[in-house]
C-alpha cells in the first residue's frame, strides 16, 4: 500500500486549509493524518501560522518525523472521542473500586446492590 500511494501521489504532499475570509490558514496535520504521512514517508509542505503565506518561515517544508517539525493538532472530533474514553475508562475503574469496597465489607455474593433503607 505504500508504495502504491507514494507511485501515486510522489514523494511530496502539500496540505492546506483556507479560512473564510480567503487567506490560507494554518494547515499542520491532525494526529491521525499526521500518522499515515508518516508511515508512509511523505515530506510534507503545510503553513504553521494563520494568513502569513507571504512569510517564507511560516512554512514547514520536512518529514514529520525530522526534529523541527510542527506539533500535530486534534480535531475537535479526536478531542471529543478521546474525552469520551478517558470518562468512560473512569466511570470503569470507579465501578470496579465500588465492587471491591462492597466485597471488603463481607458481602461475600459479589454484587453489592444493597441500599441501605430500614
Do not use: Y
Given at each position: 500500500m505504500v508504495n502504491w500511494v507514494r507511485r501515486k501521489i510522489?514523494?511530496?504532499?502539500v496540505v492546506w486549509r483556507m479560512l473564510g475570509n480567503g487567506e490560507l490558514g494554518c494547515s499542520t496535520p491532525c494526529v491521525l493524518c499526521a500518522?499515515?504521512?508518516?508511515?508512509?514517508?511523505?515530506?510534507?509542505?503545510?503553513?504553521?501560522?494563520?494568513?502569513?503565506q507571504e512569510d517564507p518561515s511560516a512554512w514547514f517544508s520536512g518529514r514529520?518525523?525530522?526534529?523541527?517539525?510542527?506539533?500535530?493538532?486534534?480535531?475537535?472530533?479526536?478531542?471529543?472521542?478521546?474525552?469520551?474514553?478517558?470518562?468512560?475508562?473512569?466511570?470503569?475503574a470507579q465501578a470496579r473500586a465500588e465492587r471491591a469496597q462492597g466485597r471488603g465489607k463481607g458481602g461475600g455474593s459479589g454484587s453489592s446492590s444493597c441500599s441501605d433503607s430500614d
Open positions: 510522489g514523494p511530496d504532499i500518522r499515515e504521512l508518516a508511515r508512509f514517508d511523505l515530506r510534507v509542505h503545510c503553513l504553521v501560522a494563520n494568513g502569513a514529520l518525523t525530522d526534529a523541527g517539525a510542527p506539533t500535530c493538532k486534534m480535531t475537535s472530533r479526536q478531542k471529543l472521542q478521546i474525552c469520551r474514553k478517558e470518562v468512560k475508562a473512569a466511570e470503569r
